[in-house]
């Protein structure tokens, strides 16, 4: 069996109709969805792009991998997806964003260089790459924000879009008054993009993937990876008005949040981005847009799900619908995404298994507390490999997919290093502090800062849209104390023992003393004669007479 494994950049998780949201459809999500099993519980390891990708495709914590943020590079030698699916006879293909950036320094140290196919796979994450754009092709008075060539960029300079950004200049900006009006600015959102549909970002990467698909030889796992709707937030016709900002859902957001908040939090809310998500005109710019850019991703996965129909492949792939993590979009006073509330930290995920042992659990839901993590392990199996658990740390969802209910984790486990932010600096925390975490029970989330700060609760069975800090209340201390002592007891996790599985060191329980290695014995009547054989006997000869 294949794995198409579909990545959409800050895809929230209630922007889709099978998810509840009153005004988009995206009857193609919902296709799958109801062919599969809709995750509604699903949360990232980490809501910032390039660490929470570093999650999935280890299959391990942020801490654990130690890749905590964007453009921190991926130490040389860590396990990934293409390592554990190849040793089980299942390539690995990259199409799309990876926001990897490769341990040059380690590499260079072992001589590993990306002309080779190993240091190829170092440098791209593991994968063999069918064709990388990571999507962010900002050109500043220092250059390009990624000094890699862009294959997008190229392909529309073959189009007859001229220039040497033309992922700036037409795919991401419309027009004004004869000038470029750039999707950097909010208010030029509700434009229509200055490029054919055809040959925008998402239509233009999916063509490569049907490209991919009449071509590969399986087995494979293709990571489809779409850098929208991540921002800048702008959208060919016929997308750019299909919404309007009567569709816009009212922000999620209360003044009780402004009132003492947790420091971290307080300094977030301070940001550029929150400020601008905080206007009622940049929400009615911008959420449209957003909107057209999901609406044209469920059109473009229209188009990949006809494509396996009509090939028949759609009997032996199994599709997988995900994103890294969500956006704020004004709600909680924040915009983009960084710490724990739902609309941050949570994330779609849709899986349909074509096996006959997924029939029972075609069209449902499993509330289930998962995190990206578990996709990894899942591949595995998938692969027909066996979970090194001493290495990936999530655990198979193909128990849930078959209709089983499997012994389950009691909490889920998020992270975020703030360092290189300015909230960082404007806290006055030093990089080794500027750390956060969340654990969440399914009803209690608690974030815990380094730092000296206090934690922020929430009860979610209560309060649901997360308003009310009850850590500021001091009446919960003994849901704060379980927490931390939950959190604590995940902290003591081996994550670095990925030489020696379980079964490894049982294996070599007792193993030395067959080698001959026999301390603290007084007589060897402690242990079977075979053990001490060669240390019994007459001598050969008396060296020390002679």
């Known amino acids: 069996m294949n794995i198409l494994f579909i990545m959409y950049d800050q895809l929230r998780f209630d922007y889709l109709s099978c998810a509840g949201h009153p005004k988009l459809q995206t009857p193609n999500f919902d296709r799958v969805a109801s062919m599969g099993v809709r995750f509604t519980n699903a949360y990232v390891q980490s809501p910032i792009c390039g660490a929470s990708r570093m999650c999935f495709y280890t299959g391990r914590y942020t801490s654990s991998h130690g890749a905590q943020w964007n453009n921190f590079p991926l130490r040389v030698g860590e396990h990934t997806l293409g390592d554990h699916l190849r ?17 040059a320094e380690g590499m260079e140290r072992l001589g590993l260089t990306p002309d080779t196919v190993i240091g190829a796979r170092q440098a791209e994450c593991g ?9 962010l092709w900002g050109l500043g008075p220092d250059g390009f924000y990624d000094e890699k060539r862009s294959p997008y960029n190229a392909y529309l300079n073959s189009k007859g879009y001229e220039g040497v950004n033309p992922w700036a200049d037409f795919a991401n900006a419309g027009i004004e008054n004869g000038e470029k009006a750039s999707g950097w600015m909010f208010k030029n959102a509700d434009k229509p993009a200055n490029i054919k549909n055809e040959d925008s970002e998402t239509p233009w990467l999916t063509s490569r993937t049907i490209d991919f698909m009449n071509e590969a030889k399986g087995p494979w796992c293709a990571h489809v990876s779409y850098i929208k709707p991540h921002w800048p937030y702008i959208v060919p016709a016929p997308y750019h008005n299909m919404f309007t900002p009567a569709d816009v859902p009212p922000p999620l957001r209360h003044e009780v949040e402004l009132e003492d908040p947790q420091p971290v939090y307080g300094s977030y ?85 074509p096996r006959t042992a997924a029939d029972a659990t075609r069209g449902t839901t499993c509330d289930a ?76 989330k608690m974030m815990h800062a380094e730092g000296g700060f206090r934690p922020m609760l929430f009860d979610l069975e209560n309060d649901p849209e997360e308003f009310h800090d009850l850590a500021k209340t001091g009446e919960h201390q003994d849901q704060i ?57 007459p001598v050969s000869k008396k060296i020390a007479e002679d």
């Open 87 to 103: 040793k089980n006879g299942m390539d690995c293909w990259l199409l799309g964003k990876t926001h990897m950036k490769a341990d």
């Open 481 to 537: 104390d379980r927490l931390y002592a939950l959190l604590a007891q995940w902290g003591r996790r081996p994550a670095q023992r990925v030489t020696k599985s379980e079964q490894d060191i049982k294996n070599m329980r007792g193993k030395s003393l067959r080698k001959g290695i026999l301390p603290f014995l007084y007589d060897g009547s402690e242990v079977d004669e075979e053990l001490t054989v060669h240390y019994r006997g």
């Open 269 to 353: 809310q301070k940001n550029k981005i929150a400020q601008a998500f905080q206007r009622d005109d940049v929400r009615d710019k911008v959420i449209p847009a957003y909107m057209g850019l999901i609406k044209q991703c469920d059109d473009e996965l229209g188009r990949i799900l006809d494509h396996l129909n009509e090939t028949g492949q759609m009997a032996d792939t199994m599709i997988v619908l995900t994103s890294d993590h969500g956006d704020y979009l004004g709600d909680h006073w924040l915009g983009e995404k960084d710490l724990f509330h739902e609309q941050s930290v949570k994330i779609p995920m849709i899986i349909y298994d």
């Open 127 to 135: 994968f063999d790459v069918w064709i990388r754009d990571d999507g």
């Open 369 to 444: 507390l998962v995190e990206s993590i578990d996709l990894a392990a899942t591949f595995v199996e998938v692969a027909g490999g066996e979970v090194p658990d001493h290495i990936i740390e999530g655990r198979s969802l193909l128990p849930w997919l078959r209709g089983e209910t499997p012994e389950w984790r009691d909490f889920v486990i998020s992270e975020f290093d703030y360092s290189p932010t300015p909230q960082a600096v404007r806290l006055d925390v030093e990089p080794r502090d500027a750390r956060l975490y969340m654990i969440f029970d399914g009803r209690w």
